[in-house]
């Protein structure tokens, strides 16, 4: 819990963004993406946390619409496609699943689906618009480190489903850093 938690305050005062410079074309570049920038994964650490607070399908439907809607958003963006506020969007996800996996558990699995797609959105649309070459293997790198991010929370959710407290400390503290980036 305390290296989570130091983790958590040494990536409070980093901003939202598409962390650019890595390699935009291979599988793996985009593998590793996602593992480069702490507003990501937070955010997909909190989407599988916020899914495991569920039952039944919703557990998966869940990261499956974050997934899906942020597939759309990256090829929206790598063909020119533009969302205003795109950082603020960004670092709102951190800030609102977060909160979410700490404290809205009770809503319908639709309403959650919805919410994590459109910051998926956001997150997609900011790393297809960095594509310069060809985006498909990096593109199913990204997804795949996603998805991985996803179950990892979701693992995580799991386990601290017997400690509600903790899992609320942690989830609130991915929102309280999404609140950081949002103020950066």
């Known amino acids: 819990m305390k290296k989570l938690l130091l983790l958590l305050a040494l990536t409070a005062a980093t901003p939202a963004f598409a962390h650019p410079g890595h390699g935009d074309s291979g599988l793996l570049n985009g ?5 480069t920038g702490p507003d990501h994964i937070l955010a997909m650490l909190a989407v599988g946390l916020w899914a495991a607070s569920f039952g039944g399908k919703a557990r998966w439907a869940i990261p499956a619409a974050f997934v899906a809607m942020m597939a759309a958003g990256f090829a929206f963006g790598a ?3 533009e969302m205003p506020l ?5 670092a709102a996800s ?7 996996a700490a404290w809205a558990q009770r809503i319908p699995a639709a309403a959650a689906a919805a919410v994590a ?7 997609g649309v900011a790393h297809g618009a960095e594509m310069h070459g060809h985006a ?13 991010l996803h179950a990892a929370g979701f693992f995580i959710g799991t386990a601290l489903q017997k400690n509600l ?8 503290a991915i929102g309280a850093v999404g609140l950081s980036l949002l103020l950066a």
């Open 136 to 148: 498909a293997w990096f593109a199913l790198g990204f997804v795949l480190s996603t998805a991985a």
């Open 94 to 100: 951190v800030l609102v699943i977060g909160l979410a």
């Open 165 to 172: 407290w903790i899992n609320r400390a942690v989830g609130t």
């Open 86 to 90: 795109l950082e603020q969007g960004i």
């Open 31 to 35: 593998m590793l993406h996602p593992i």
């Open 79 to 81: 063909n020119g496609g």
């Open 117 to 123: 797609g459109t910051f998926a959105l956001f997150h």
